[in-house]
């Protein structure tokens, strides 16, 4: 038994790496505070579609979350870019640096390139960030077994693979002349790396592992594993391998002897379950052949097939039986190796993290050149949000499938002065789009992305409240009122820590789930008490008119449409609408958009006319 030493002052060194709020600057690893953070609820994320759509909870395609994903190359990488998306940055600084790397490599796309192909080295089936706990597990699993080689062989293989790639990674990242990249640099350029990749080295073969191919299989793959550790490493380990790779050779040349008394060309092949059998192509055996007694089990398929004998049954239990001993004995090596890992295991987590922001910041680099030129480097400012041209970027990607264009809309709030937007328009104008885009480029902006718009100059704030009139919850056995009540209610609900920041409220046509006049007072209650708090921004989209009376009782309300046209009338003498989804300033004319829209679906004139009766249009 090898002496195992506690882990415990090692995965309390690296929880602090592997945490959500760490993030690489250019001064290094830190780890953010709360407040540096913007916070975002469930419900938000859920309005938003930040990780999935709303038409399928399950799925998610043409979320935010796999529209920026498909430029990511590992899975720390992606895992990092979800959790950036639900906390975005509030920290100016930090923000700017990353803004700064990613301008440099998109003005260099050879280096972004090459960082590019060092970066998918990682991500070949490989979950990075599975890797160091899976260290620490099988250090402190105690039963020996077969399994538990293997496992252990396997992990350290895998982690020789990583740390050799490191200098390569290092050279390319030393070309490159931009502080956050050269962060990257110098933490790779840790001597525990060089330490870790000896002790492995002591035990495992490189250049054994280098050749092992991914898709071998079978004998090739059991094999290989025994011919990763060094010769010389442990006596008995050695003679036992000498007596494993004797056996194989044995079953081998049996093989080698069926072929030449059967004329069959029988292949070697091997499962955990099965262990060693002979297989054989359907079309490689000639027509009305009769297997010979000595052929055992004999399975036939479209694909293959197989079969064993008394020899090859014999054989493959010396192999077995050699194989274990082979492998039990380099457990002990490699526990005692894996034991000089851990030392560094702090070193590994760091790799995690440094693979994972460096692929997360080449993701949006990679964003903004595939984009061509759609994508702009978005400004801060203190008091004022002003977006030129902004664009949902979902929503474009889907459109651009069917060669349409989205519209672009612009944006403009501003602390005190004009803090608030009252939006209304006709059903499909482009109202939940439009307050789905604010929400989206702010996010982008604040992870520290170029946004789809033309000019960007945008506040920072800690928190982003999106709630809109939802149905009911069967669940919670909420209706759909109740539970758009209590959804206003947690976002109206202020804390201590935002006392000194900026809330970014997005309110999408609340009030509908009770009666009218219920619902106008509440909708206008609401906008109202956001109205009063003049540091926030507020998207507030209704159809209410009563709400609109605000624009003209508080300077700093603003009043807005989605502008539509008419069209000629159709063969039924109807005008059909014209939806522009442009976004103009000012309230729109007299009309009910839902007698207009009934009137398009075909509704009966009579009831038509009474309706328009009873609203006073006729």
């Known amino acids: 038994m090898y002496f195992r030493r506690p882990v415990s002052r090692y995965v309390n060194e690296s929880t602090t790496l592997n945490k959500t709020n760490s993030v690489y600057t250019c001064n290094g690893l830190i780890e953010l505070d709360q407040k540096d953070l913007c916070y975002i609820d469930e419900e938000t994320c859920k309005a938003l579609e930040l990780i999935e759509n709303n038409v399928d909870s399950s799925n998610r395609r043409h979320s935010l979350l796999d529209h920026m994903n498909s430029n990511t190359s590992t899975t720390t990488g992606a895992r990092l870019l979800k959790e950036s998306i639900l906390r975005p940055l509030f920290n100016f600084e930090i923000i700017e640096e990353r803004l700064d790397c990613i301008n440099y490599l998109v003005e260099r796309v050879d280096t972004l390139s090459m960082i ?19 260290l620490v597990n099988l ?30 990674l290092v050279s390319v990242l030393d070309m490159a002349d931009q502080p956050l990249l050269n962060s990257f640099k110098i933490s790779l350029q840790d001597p525990a790396y060089d330490q870790i990749a000896m002790d492995i080295s002591s035990v495992i073969d490189s250049e054994a592992v280098g050749r092992k191919n991914r898709k071998e299989c079978g004998v090739a793959k059991k094999r290989g594993k025994v011919s990763y550790i060094r010769s010389g490493v442990d006596a008995l380990f050695d003679i036992a391998r000498s007596s494993y790779t004797v056996t194989i050779s044995e079953l081998e040349n049996y093989v080698r002897e069926l072929m030449r008394d059967d004329g069959l060309p029988w292949k070697l092949s091997h499962t955990e379950g099965r262990g060693y059998y002979l297989s054989l192509n359907p079309a490689q055996l000639p027509r009305n052949f009769v297997f010979g007694p000595q052929y055992l089990r004999v399975n036939k398929s479209r694909v293959s097939i197989s079969c064993t004998t008394k020899d090859l049954m014999q054989a493959n239990v010396r192999a077995n039986v050699s194989y274990e001993n082979s492998m039990k004995l380099a ?16 070193a590994i987590y760091r790799l995690v993290s440094i693979i994972g922001n460096l692929d997360l910041v080449t993701c949006f680099a990679k964003s ?32 651009s499938v069917n060669n349409q264009k989205v519209i672009p809309n612009d944006v403009t709030l501003a602390s005190f002065r004009r ?9 499909m104008g482009g109202k939940s789009v439009y307050l789905k885009q604010v929400g989206i480029v702010q996010i982008m902006a604040q992870i520290g992305s170029f946004v789809p718009a033309e000019i960007a100059e945008i506040r920072l704030v800690n928190r982003i409240i999106a709630r809109s009139g939802s149905s009911d919850d069967d669940n919670s056995n909420c209706s759909s009122f109740m539970w758009e009540m209590r959804g206003i209610a947690s976002a109206l609900h202020s804390d201590d820590d935002d006392a000194c ?16 006049d219920d619902g106008a007072s509440y909708s206008f209650a609401i906008a109202e008490e956001l109205a009063l708090q003049k540091s926030n921004f507020t998207v507030f989209a209704t159809h209410f008119e009563q709400v609109f009376s605000l624009s003209r009782m508080y300077p700093n309300v603003a009043a807005y449409h989605f502008k539509y046209e008419e069209d000629e009338c159709d063969s039924n003498g109807v005008r059909r609408q014209k939806l522009t989804h442009n976004l103009v300033p000012g309230l729109p004319e007299k009309v009910s958009y839902g007698i207009k829209l009934a009137e398009m679906c075909g509704l009966p004139k009579e009831i038509l006319d009474a309706a328009k009766r009873d609203m006073g249009v006729i």
């Open 116 to 134: 590019t192909n060092c970066l998918k080295k990682y991500g070949q089936g490989i979950d990075l960030d599975s890797v160091p706990q899976c």
């Open 501 to 516: 920041g900026s809330v970014l409220y997005l309110i999408d046509e609340v009030g509908r789930g009770t009666s009218i």
């Open 331 to 346: 457990n002990e090596v490699l526990a005692s190796c894996l034991s000089n890992v851990i030392n560094n295991i702090s």
């Open 139 to 168: 250090f402190n699993t105690r039963n020996i077994s077969l399994q538990l080689a293997e496992r252990r062989l396997e992990a350290l293989s895998t982690l020789d693979c990583l740390v050799n790639q490191i200098r390569g």
């Open 419 to 427: 803090n608030v937007m009252l939006i209304t328009g006709p059903n």
């Open 368 to 399: 903004v050149i595939t984009s061509n030129n759609g994508l702009v480097r978005p400004k801060f400012t203190s008091t004022e949000t002003h977006i030129v041209k902004a664009r949902h970027p979902v929503l474009e990607a889907v459109l």
